[in-house]
């Protein structure tokens, strides 16, 4: 912590009251989890609602344990995460290097906008066929289908991003002779970067859609697999327990880009 003899009084009683503030918003955040919980176990125990249809958190850590005790939980979740990691990190590695062409090319640029719009609308569940054909019944389709989806995203968000630097220091900078590469290192890749930490948050919901929606299709393990054999089935413990694990990994997975988010923040000031 910073020594606080540098600050005033009334700049410590703000931080100290921004801190408060902090910590409640954390806990109510917790209490409203926890009193949402418990009410749908209230529900379930009470029969207000049928725990066949609805589950039940007792219901659902039970059957996580199964899961764990058969031995199958983390090569489920394994094979899942690996999935939607590897999709993730080439679709923005690849959508960052398109975009940074796009920016250095305008004629590339314009010739490339109105397909990236096409791809962008065009729902990606409908190659779900032709990548099974293209890629087969493995890891690989639902690799690419993760790919698929978050790059056009990750490319229009960078775009946008490079697009919209500062005019006047663009100007400023040609008019003491700077290179288009020197732009590009020293103004316009720094000053996309809160665009880069969006577009990462962005991805990480993109990536988890790509990965589940593969696993739908084509899959012999993972998440999506637990939830399509859980509904047909009717297993629905199973189906509420793998929605359950899949928010937790989500949101450890965007808690990880929020950590970098605020390291970057840090560094910059």
């Not at 729902?123 to 056009?152: D, E, N, Q, R």
């Not at 509420?240 to 970098?260: D, G, N, P």
Request: charged share 15%; glycine share 8%.
């Amino acid at each position: 912590m910073k020594n606080e003899k540098n600050y005033s009084r009334e700049h410590l009683l703000y931080l100290r009251g921004l801190k408060k503030k902090n910590i409640w918003i954390n806990v109510a955040r917790v209490a409203i989890l926890l009193c949402l919980l418990g009410i749908w176990e209230l529900s379930a125990q009470l029969a207000w609602v049928n725990p066949f249809i609805t589950s039940s958190p007792s219901r659902i850590f039970k059957t996580i344990g199964e899961l764990y005790t058969g031995g199958t939980l983390f090569y489920h979740v394994g094979t899942t995460l690996w999935e939607t990691l590897a999709g993730f990190f080439i679709a923005v590695a690849l959508g960052y290097g398109i975009a940074l062409l796009l920016w250095w090319s305008e004629c590339f640029r314009r010739i490339s906008e109105p397909y990236l719009v096409v791809l962008n609308a065009l729902p990606k569940i409908a190659l779900g066929p032709l990548i099974i054909i293209w890629c087969g019944t493995g890891s690989t389709a639902i690799v690419f289908m993760t790919i698929l989806i978050g790059l056009i995203v990750a490319i229009l968000n960078m775009l946008n991003g490079f697009m919209a630097t500062d005019e006047n220091k663009l100007l400023l900078m040609k008019s003491m002779g700077a290179t288009k590469w020197q732009i590009l290192t020293k103004l316009v890749i720094p000053s996309s970067l809160p665009n880069f930490i969006s577009m990462l948050k962005i991805n990480v919901g993109m990536a988890w859609i790509g990965s589940i929606m593969g696993e739908y299709i084509v899959s012999k393990a993972g998440i999506g697999y637990l939830i399509v054999y859980g509904g047909q089935v009717f297993k629905l413990d199973l189906v509420m327990s793998a929605v359950f694990i899949l928010c937790i990994l989500a949101a450890v997975m965007y808690s990880a880009v929020a950590l970098l988010e605020r390291l970057v923040i840090k560094n910059r000031k």
